[in-house]
């Protein structure tokens, strides 16, 4: 067992947090104030920070030898420390790399050329007005209507909804059946439009959340990425193996992905005990400075022990994923833990902080008001926990 990054490694974490440090840190508090990112600023992102490994395009696609899995996550963490709302814009626009893996024919070539330059931004869009957790019930429809299928429904909560190009969106093609009345498709913007609307929300208010609404786009054939009469391999929409294939490698991508969420919790989290060791050092009551009293020591103890506890969690789902292990146990204690981690380390920094931690003087807020962010999407706390319990009773506390 070896805890320590390899050289490479610490060097590419150095990099990455001198750039960030450099290019970033300084815009952060006023630009996050101001709403959401355009298109044009995310694309912007993508291509400066592409060379740092972030947005990376995988060997298999066409792209550089593949980072492995626990190098991609340091980066991850790194930006999370600095913003956040900019962690969550690229981590989800990465999801145009999985939509690539999914596309075909011509969609699959005009994605490649858009994402070897950074300039295609991806989205997920499952959840719905009234579909959260449970994402049986989706209602937004494909039908064929003539010779062509369109897409019917509203999408809310979508990360990046407003300035996606591709969206990979679940959607239902039958009734009462569940699951296995759904399919996946892939929507490329220009062919399949959408309208989309950004909220103000407590936290991450930079990074774009978006409702969309589909008023009978159009979705060519071939972007129907994964039905389950297409796994069956006939009938209607054809794709067979080949389509299966594309689900497995699709639902791999997204698990990456999703570690992004653990990641940014663990980043903030660090940040939050660096900002209350240095305000302990500097802030004196009582004639000394307020590190020296014994409950500030237990609550930055406390602090340091979840960050830690949530680094280890993470950074062992993510090297299980690596290893081509089952790790679903894992992934689930490690979304739970961490984001609920970050909750902890952040509201006891704002309390290190006193009144002052409440202020937009201090950055210790808005690390509570982004943190406050991460215990909904992917999953929230409490489906991680029954995740956990089927795991490990084999018994579902939910269908
Ligand atoms: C910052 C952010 C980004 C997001 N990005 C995306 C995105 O890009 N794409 C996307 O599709 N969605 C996204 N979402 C939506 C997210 O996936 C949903 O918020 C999440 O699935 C929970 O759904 P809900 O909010 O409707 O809560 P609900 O499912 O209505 O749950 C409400 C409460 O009830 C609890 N609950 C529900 N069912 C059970 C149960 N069986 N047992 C115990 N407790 C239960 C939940 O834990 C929660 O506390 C995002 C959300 C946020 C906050």
Aim: hydrophobic fraction near 40%; charged fraction near 25%.
């Amino acid at each position: 067992m070896d805890f320590e990054f390899t050289e490479e490694q610490k060097m590419l974490q150095t990099t990455i947090r001198d750039f960030l440090e450099k290019e970033i840190a300084p815009i952060v508090d006023e630009r996050d104030r101001q709403g959401s990112f355009t298109r044009e600023e995310v694309i912007g992102y993508i291509k400066k920070m592409m060379p740092l490994g972030f947005y990376h395009l995988p060997e298999e696609l066409g792209g550089e030898e593949r980072m492995d899995a626990i190098t991609g996550a340091i980066g991850s963490e790194e930006l999370a420390r600095v913003w956040p709302s900019l962690s969550g814009a690229l981590g989800l626009a990465g999801l145009a790399v999985a939509a690539l893996a999914m596309a075909r024919g011509e969609t699959k070539e005009k994605l490649r050329a858009k994402i070897e330059k950074g300039e295609s931004i991806g989205c997920l869009a499952i959840t719905e007005p009234n579909v959260g957790s449970d994402t049986s019930a989706i209602e937004t429809m494909l039908t064929k209507s003539g010779d062509r299928y369109v897409v019917n429904g509203t999408k809310t909560w979508i990360t990046n909804g407003s300035i996606a190009d591709v969206a990979i969106a679940l959607v239902q093609t039958e009734k009462g059946k569940g699951q296995m009345g759904m399919a996946t498709v892939l929507l490329d913007r220009d062919v399949s439009p959408w309208e989309a609307t950004d909220f103000h929300k407590i936290g991450w208010r930079a990074c774009p959340t978006s409702e969309m609404s589909f008023d009978d786009c159009p979705v060519p054939e071939q972007n129907i990425i994964v039905a389950p009469w297409m796994l069956g391999g006939s009938g209607e929409g054809g794709g067979g193996d080949k389509a299966a294939q594309a689900y497995f490698d699709f639902m791999q991508r997204l698990n990456g992905i999703r570690a992004g969420m653990w990641l940014i919790s663990i980043g903030i989290a660090q940040a939050a005990v660096d900002a209350s060791i240095k305000y302990a050092k500097e802030r004196i009551q009582f004639g000394k400075p307020l590190g020296s009293f014994q409950m500030v020591q237990e609550m930055i103890a406390d602090m340091l022990t979840d960050t830690w506890s949530a680094r280890l969690l993470t950074y062992r789902a993510i090297w299980l994923g690596g290893q081509g292990v089952k790790n679903r146990m894992e992934t689930s204690l490690a979304k739970g833990f961490a984001t609920e981690a970050a909750l902890r380390v952040t509201s006891k920094a704002i309390q290190i902080h006193g009144a002052m931690g409440l202020s937009e003087e201090y950055p210790v807020e808005r690390y509570f008001r982004d943190a406050r962010m991460l215990t909904m999407p992917d999953g929230t706390t409490q489906i991680m926990k029954l995740i956990v319990g089927r795991e490990v009773l084999g018994m579902r506390a939910y269908t």
